[in-house]
């Protein structure tokens, strides 16, 4: 075998794909496929090669071809098993799935070349090399929540939108409880009708608790996702609208006027309609002469402006309240 040796940029990109909240067997054959079309010399691979390849023998070629560009030769199996376990924890892996995973990538060298802001999932892995001559379960939970990692992941929490993806994590925090030190993943589906087909693939795919957050007019969405829906799971349905209709009052007019102070100021009363927040919102920046409004710049500014409690309406709290339960559910670090 002739290949060409991945550069310091590559091998760190290739390592934070692999270890992305991705499902394992799609990353994994990504990553590897686009590393033998790159590198390799001899023999020279097309993708529809590599598809009709034995797992087993793409994993040694790809194994080869990072070990041997990374300059620092300390290595440690450890690594790669915790990887290993922590994948099948998350997953629905099948057995030529196994054969990805059971590789002998270098980590512990490969760690070296990665630069302090790097992404969270390599910051992970950083904390899971330094730790790895005593590394068991709980100390994977208690690297995870002392750094704010995220990693490994126990929860996922599937929204409709970008609001919900920017706002939820700021008002968990400021209730005490951090999506990052709690391993609690959110995915915006983009869309009611997306969030049922995100649930049935993620609910294939995955043996972590899933909780679903729908706005009020997704009772349809609710009785597709029903007879898919697993014990551990949990659907919660906004009350009243949208999810934007849960924040309160106070808040947005602090939004408003803290940004647009020298343009124009709102009260409480110009927030008092039958309509959407989103469409009053819409409205008020129409006649005051602002840009469009958009959910997503507008969620951006509802974030600088929490400040405590009180910019937290009940049922956002218990939203929270009832994530973080279901986290507390889980005995262990890795779902059985």
Not at 44 to 56: G, P, Q, V
Not at 69 to 75: C, L, V
Not at 120 to 131: F, G, P, R, S
Request: with cysteine; aromatic share 8%.
């Amino acid at each position: 075998m002739k290949y060409k040796k991945l550069t310091k940029e590559q091998i760190i990109i290739s390592l934070d794909r692999l270890t992305r909240f991705k499902n394992t067997r799609e990353k994994y054959l990504r990553v590897y496929s686009d590393i033998l079309i790159t590198c390799l010399i001899e023999p020279k691979l097309k993708k529809t090669d590599i598809e009709n390849m034995d797992f087993f023998v793409i994993t040694e070629y790809v194994t080869e071809i990072i070990n041997n560009s990374i300059p620092n030769k300390e290595y440690s199996i450890y690594i790669n098993k915790i990887l290993l376990d922590y994948e099948n924890s998350i997953f629905n892996n099948d057995n030529e799935t196994q054969k990805l995973l059971n590789n002998k990538i270098n980590y512990l060298s490969a760690v070296n070349l990665m630069p302090e802001d790097c992404s969270v999932n390599l910051k992970w892995l950083k904390k899971v090399a330094q730790e790895s001559s005593s590394l068991d379960l709980n100390i994977l939970k208690k690297i995870r929540a002392e750094n704010l990692l995220k990693y490994p992941i126990e929860v996922v929490f599937l929204v409709e939108g970008i609001t919900e993806e920017i706002l939820l994590p700021v008002f968990g925090q400021k209730l005490g409880y951090d999506f990052y030190a709690n391993g609690v993943q959110i995915i915006p589906a983009g869309g009611k009708n997306q969030v049922v087909k995100m649930y049935y693939k993620l609910a294939s795919e995955l043996k972590i608790p899933i909780f679903v957050l729908l706005d009020k007019d997704a009772e349809e969405n609710i009785n597709q996702i029903k007879p898919k829906l697993r014990e551990q799971d949990k659907i919660h349905l906004v009350s009243c609208g949208e999810f934007e209709d849960l924040l309160p009052k106070s808040l947005i007019v602090k939004t408003v006027n803290s940004h647009f102070k020298n343009f124009l100021t709102i009260t409480e009363l110009d927030l008092d309609s039958d309509l959407s927040t989103v469409k009053v919102l819409e409205e008020v920046f129409k006649k005051k002469g602002l840009h469009e409004f958009k959910k997503a710049d507008f969620a951006k500014l509802v974030k600088e402006n929490i400040d405590n409690r009180l910019d937290i309406s009940p049922e956002i709290a218990d939203i929270i309240e009832e994530i973080s339960y279901l986290n507390k559910k889980l005995d262990s670090k890795f779902c059985s």
